[in-house]
């Protein structure tokens, strides 16, 4: 069994598998044929000591998943398409995506919050209530969100390709073979999702933005902003350490509700995109130079044809 905490994120018909110093991904080719390919993490910060640092090493490893993850969703399109397997996306074009996404989710899911509870009881002397009801409006918001996205077409199959990612990882850790039979009786959800991940930053925003009180408008939206780094990083460590602790009765009941909204993000998927999970995480066992589990590496796969890519002969 490998040593080091795979995960992973579902991309349009695909997988990407994070590895300890590389990622791969595998995706479902309009032509059928499943295709691949690996990259070194190098961010700057990997592998550096601050990349270990409890309460920085979240903050690291959200910076290379959103840069890495927005990427390879672009190419993960563009092949589903049928477009160009090595169309890139430059790193100014990222970078405004990212910025473009960042500003919209903390409008949507922080700031829209508080305005509407500010709003809604602007009569209200007892500040608890106001917290209280920007709480309760986030929680909605998201909820809402990820339920009427899901009922997209195309994102319900990520979400599919999300319980493929799962199911695979499950099956890596308990030790059994990567074949669809065996992934097949994993469940879905995962206690290191990035969904209970998201859940985790809710709760904890809620207790934050409470101890921040009611002040004047422009310090309550600053404090929304400035501690969303702060936020993100002790939820990180809350979510490493409910993920090693999900043995303990109170454990699970704490981190229960992120099971739960999973049951939006991820879906039972087909046999042949637990083929693609599959691939992506033999691949990043590949990379990072581990050994397969006996009985996998029998998936047919092609490498593609990506600038800066690191490929290996097709197995």
Not at 147 to 167: C, K, N, S, T, W
Not at 178 to 191: G, Y
Not at 204 to 215: D, K, P, T
Not at 265 to 278: G, H, N, S, W
Request: aromatic fraction near 6%; hydrophobic fraction near 50%; charge should be neutral.
């Amino acid at each position: 069994m490998a040593r080091f905490s795979y995960g992973g994120q579902a991309l349009i018909e695909g997988v990407l598998m994070r590895g300890r110093d590389a990622v791969a991904v595998a995706l479902r080719h309009p032509d059928g044929r499943i295709v691949w390919a690996t990259e070194r993490l190098d961010s700057g910060f990997h592998g550096s000591r601050w990349a270990k640092a409890p309460f920085v090493r979240g903050l690291i490893v959200l910076y290379e998943t959103l840069v890495v993850g927005t990427r390879w969703l672009v190419r993960s399109a563009s092949v589903a398409s049928a477009e160009e397997e090595g169309e890139e996306l430059g790193r100014g074009a990222i970078a405004i995506m990212l910025l473009i996404t960042l500003v919209a989710g903390i409008g949507i899911f922080f700031l829209l919050p508080l305005f509407i509870a500010s709003a809604t009881t602007a009569g209200i002397d007892n500040g608890a209530v106001q917290h209280l009801v920007e709480g309760l409006i986030r929680v909605a918001i998201f909820l809402g969100y990820l339920m009427l996205i899901g009922r997209a077409p195309d994102i319900a199959r990520v979400f599919q390709y999300h319980g493929a990612e799962h199911m695979t990882i499950h099956a890596l850790e308990a030790g059994r073979d990567l074949v669809p039979a065996e992934v097949r009786q994993f469940p879905t959800a995962h206690p290191r999702c990035g969904t209970e991940f998201l859940v985790v930053v809710i709760a904890l925003s809620i207790v934050a933005f409470s101890l921040v009180g009611r002040q004047e408008p422009l310090v309550m939206v600053g404090s929304r902003i400035l501690l969303i780094p702060v936020i993100a990083a002790i939820g990180y460590e809350i979510l490493r350490w409910g993920a090693r602790h999900r043995s303990n009765r109170l454990v699970r009941a704490i981190m229960y509700p992120g099971i739960l909204v999973q049951m939006i993000t991820t879906k039972q998927p087909t046999d042949d995109m637990i083929e693609v999970a599959i691939v992506s995480m033999e691949e990043a066992l590949r990379a990072d130079g581990e050994a397969l589990p006996a009985g996998s590496g029998i998936l047919q796969r092609a490498p593609m044809d990506l600038a800066g890519a690191v490929t290996a002969p097709e197995a």
